[in-house]
């Protein structure tokens, strides 16, 4: 069966088909850090996830999945999600030695409609569904995920041991991303310093970073429900409309465009 529970444990490498889908809606919800010996697709048609991904040793980033894009995590890569509203959730693994087309590497990608409807599709077999039955559509999947819009969503997370309690507190929400004159003293370090973790372990300025954190905040509020007015006040902006403009020229869209736009590929 494809719609399960989300509280059920559910372990894709149990089962032995090419080709493994599943569909929830999932309340709040975190899946702890883990892997698969599968890769996996990661949608979400309603609600915003955001995903924490270590590739290798030093390399931590955070993403922000907003609602009718997809995260591609490859086989191995040790990942974990976190849903804090009602998520529609689809989720598709495949064996990658049958399937050695689909990407070796972490994509956040935009999903146009024909995609969604093959998620969609897929997420439903039967997991039991002969090979046969399923190539064609797993076909035309392939080539439509390796021609999506790749989306610079991702967030490079600094491992300096000085950082982390700031961190910690940034990830559950007690902290904002300051000023770097007013975030340095909050860590009892000089802004040199914390310049240099910044540039040495993320490859970013501290206000690069800062703008990039700010940008992924706003999409996991606004996809909550949050108003204009107060995700611009949450996160320091002076205003209602210096907020929209920052928010237009990293997206491209105003704030309503952007998730009108999403709604849309549905």
């Known amino acids: 069966?494809?719609?399960?529970?989300?509280?059920?444990?559910?372990?894709?490498?149990?089962?032995?088909?090419?080709?493994?889908?599943?569909?929830?809606?999932?309340?709040?919800?975190?899946?702890?850090?883990?892997?698969?010996?599968?890769?996996?697709?990661?949608?979400?048609?309603?609600?915003?996830?955001?995903?924490?991904?270590?590739?290798?040793?030093?390399?931590?980033?955070?993403?922000?999945?907003?609602?009718?894009?997809?995260?591609?995590?490859?086989?191995g890569v040790e990942h974990c999600a976190k849903m804090r509203n009602v998520v529609a959730y689809r989720s598709i693994y495949f064996d990658i030695e049958a399937f050695p087309e689909l990407p070796h590497s972490v994509k956040l990608l935009g999903v146009n409609p024909l995609l969604a409807a093959l998620i969609e599709r897929m997420a439903m077999w039967p997991w039991d569904m002969p090979s046969q039955q399923q190539a064609a559509l797993i076909a035309l999947f392939s080539e439509e995920l390796n021609s999506a819009e790749e989306l610079k969503l991702s967030l490079p997370i600094p491992i300096d041991k000085r950082l982390q309690g700031w961190l910690n507190l940034l990830q559950i929400g007690?902290?904002?991303?300051?000023?770097?004159?007013?975030?340095?003293?909050?860590?009892?370090?000089?802004?040199?310093?914390?310049?240099?973790?910044?540039?040495?372990?993320?490859?970013?300025?501290?206000?690069?970073?800062?703008?990039?954190?700010?940008?992924?905040?706003?999409?996991e509020r606004l996809a909550e429900g949050s108003s204009v007015s107060r995700v611009a006040f949450s996160l320091g902006f002076a205003s209602d409309s210096a907020f929209i403009s920052f928010f237009k020229q990293h997206l491209g869209n105003t704030p309503s465009q952007y998730f009108r736009a999403g709604s849309a590929a549905l």
């Open 1 to 75: 069966m494809a719609i399960i529970d989300h509280n059920q444990r559910f372990n894709a490498d149990k089962i032995t088909a090419a080709v493994v889908g599943i569909a929830a809606d999932v309340g709040q919800h975190d899946s702890g850090m883990h892997q698969h010996k599968k890769a996996q697709l990661l949608y979400a048609p309603r609600g915003c996830m955001s995903i924490t991904l270590c590739q290798s040793e030093g390399d931590k980033r955070q993403c922000v999945l907003p609602p009718t894009k997809a995260a591609w995590i490859p086989a």
């Open 174 to 219: 007690q902290r904002q991303a300051e000023q770097l004159k007013l975030m340095a003293a909050e860590i009892g370090a000089s802004e040199k310093t914390i310049s240099r973790i910044f540039t040495k372990e993320t490859g970013m300025s501290y206000q690069a970073w800062r703008q990039q954190w700010r940008l992924q905040a706003a999409i």
